[in-house]
């Protein structure tokens, strides 16, 4: 009931609102760019019914968390220059009063806030996203003479930066992981699917989560740089107590059917080490759910992502 009065209020005043009760549906369609340095954004975008009949544009969006030097700030500036066409006709043209919000898996009951267009309401229109191309910066003897470049493909706000530290420093402090290591995994509706390996391994006279995880063949590009946004969602339990750790820290490998003798790294679980531990039932839960939804034109697209 407040949803609806609020996009009454909208149609009224012809102004953004913002409601904590105005959430985006299961029908919403999604945009995402990303940096040639990695990294992106991604616009979830939706229309609502006014109560005078008209069409209003609710939406949210977000940028990666993680962001090389070059993109600090071009995520909300590719927002501000975005638009939006229902049928080829163009209803808006800046996105700037849609908030920012964290990354997430689904979009699907997002806060959002909503502006009136000038568009009469018929159901079934569905909005398309465009965000345009840029170059963000000339390349330079420090980049290595490459333009940094903003493009509407690739996994959007899910994108991290691209890794700049030197492989021999990525590898100190690693493991090998025993046979051993608990293994776990999952598959996407749309084929491919996730894998990780962990053990529980003293260091420094701690306890220390260790493990790697894949990505298995067969993923879509909607999937892609899911499986960490996966497993900060997942936890580890040891002896049924559950640890104090992000899973979505450890390190991605090239997929594999044995990880004996894999370089993994390793995250403190805040627990002193005893050889009793060792002996305890480690377990790797990762969450069933929905890990992208989008409408376009041509139809609904949903992708979920099951344990095995």
Known sequence: MRSALMIAVIAALGGPVLASDIRLGPGLSLARGSFSTGGGVTVAAELRRTAQGGTALCGAWAESESQSVYTQGEARRAVNHASVYVDGRRIASDLGFMPKIAPRLDYAGAPARCVAVDLPWRAGRVPEVFLPRAVISAGSRDDGGNNVRFR????GALGSALEVVPFLTRQSGLVRLSPGATVAGGRYSSGGGLRVA????PVNGRAHLCGVWSDLQGQVPQTEAVGRA????????LGGRRLSVDPGDLRQVRAREDYTGTHANCLDTGLGWRPALARERLRLHLPARVVYRSTTPEGARVIRFAPS
């Not at 509407?152 to 996994?155: E, K, S, V, W």
């Not at 962990?198 to 391994?201: D, F, L, P, Q, S």
């Not at 996966?230 to 339990?237: D, K, N, S």
């Open 152 to 155: 509407q493909t690739g996994p």
């Open 198 to 201: 962990a053990e529980i391994v």
């Open 230 to 237: 996966l497993l900060r969602e997942a936890h580890a339990t």
